[in-house]
């Protein structure tokens, strides 16, 4: 499970950090809310950490612009020092999916994100995110930045395998068992289909997502050297 933590006090996101780390996640991290928006909408997260007092964007606003602008679904666990009822109902409002109040004992923290993550488990499952690209895996329909695209069904499946990986590498192999099973094609059908789907996912917008890896295989990432 990755998960973002978006926090500007240095000792607990060490703290945090280590403690999530030693619990087998992969943690990335944010300081300010500028920083923290930027990832959260071009990286595939499990789960946003999100403290409320940041710099630059407050987390009420950019768990805001989360959801309504950016169309992120990724669960949010608000952690705050303030414990009113109404900031905890502001919160929650904006698009959070769960609060924690300052100073709180890192195993529930823990336990928040499992429940958290349990709640939410189905959807993740069924829509998948790669930067601003998207795929719903219930109505086939896939998106990248708010554009609807259109692929053929081995497109679809390709993606979905690359997107479900992301950001490792795919080797060929790999992806031509999930595309034919134990008979493939000649060695040319997967390049054409990538290419297919390059032209289809990458060629209209700014920015790659789709990289080969040379003598490997494929990757989708927003980043060339990932």
């Not at 071009?42 to 940041?54: A, E, G, N, R, V």
């Not at 952690?79 to 904006?94: E, H, I, M, N």
């Not at 590498?169 to 297919?196: F, K, N, T, Y």
């Amino acid at each position: 499970m990755r998960i973002l933590v978006i926090e500007d006090n240095p000792d607990i996101l060490a703290n945090v950090m280590d403690y999530l780390q030693l619990k087998g996640f992969t943690v990335d991290c944010a300081r300010d809310g500028v920083s923290g928006l930027h990832l959260a909408v071009t990286q595939p997260f499990d789960l946003i950490l999100l403290d409320i007092m940041l710099p630059g964007m407050d987390g009420y606003r950019l768990c805001e612009r989360l959801r309504l602008d950016a169309g992120v679904t990724t669960p949010i666990i608000m952690l705050t020092a303030r414990d009113a009822l109404d900031d905890r109902v502001k919160g929650l409002r904006t698009g959070a999916d769960d609060y924690l109040i300052k100073p709180f004992a890192l195993s529930e923290l823990v336990a928040r994100i499992e429940a958290v993550l349990r709640r939410c488990q189905g959807d993740l499952k069924r829509r998948l995110q790669v930067a601003d690209l998207c795929y719903d895996l219930d109505t086939l329909e896939v998106s990248r930045g708010g554009q609807s695209l259109k692929l053929n069904p081995l497109a679809l499946k390709l993606l979905e395998v690359l997107m479900q990986k992301s950001p490792a590498v795919v080797r060929r192999e790999a992806l031509e068992a999930s595309l034919w099973g134990e008979d493939p094609p000649d060695s040319d059908s997967l390049r054409s289909h990538i290419h297919q789907l390059r032209q289809t996912v990458d060629k209209p917008f700014e920015r790659a997502l789709l990289h080969t890896v040379h003598g490997i295989g494929y990757r989708l990432s927003d980043r060339a050297d990932a």
